[in-house]
């Protein structure tokens, strides 16, 4: 079973920052999207950024959009979530995804074969 492993969450006041770390197997690292999602309490997991492994694209939510940015580190097998100017709406477990269907899209998080179990990001106002 493919198993995503994520790390660095954490604790943070309003403003503040946090990179989130996951390692992701060899074999799924070609996988054409990597994807950050997340889930806030009684809400929908929602798609947060996505990462094309191929053409290098990126795609964000809109309400994450100049404060977060996805990258990668190929050599390592890594994906990373820099996110910056952090709010409390924020505040969610945070999932690394690979492996999306094809004919899926990025943001839609049943189309998604491949999960981390999840790292806490809390952030106080």
């Known amino acids: 079973q493919v198993k995503l492993v994520e790390s660095g969450g954490g604790s943070v006041q309003a403003g503040g920052s946090l990179r989130l770390s996951c390692a992701v197997p060899?074999?799924?690292?070609?996988?054409?999207?990597m994807n950050w999602f997340r889930q806030a309490p009684g809400k929908e997991r929602e798609g947060v950024a996505s990462?094309?492994?191929?053409?290098?694209?990126?795609y964000y939510a809109d309400s994450v959009k100049g404060r977060f940015t996805i990258s990668r580190d190929s050599a390592k097998n890594m994906v990373y979530l820099q996110m910056n100017s952090l709010k409390p709406e924020d505040t969610a477990m945070y999932y690394c995804?690979?492996?999306?269907?094809?004919?899926?899209?990025?943001?839609?998080?049943?189309?998604?074969?491949?999960w981390g179990q999840g790292t806490q990001v809390t952030v106080s106002s």
């Open positions: 990462l094309s492994t191929g053409l290098g694209s990126t």
């Open positions: 060899r074999y799924t690292y070609s996988s054409t999207r």
């Open positions: 995804a690979a492996g999306m269907r094809s004919g899926g899209s990025w943001y839609i998080w049943t189309d998604f074969d491949y």
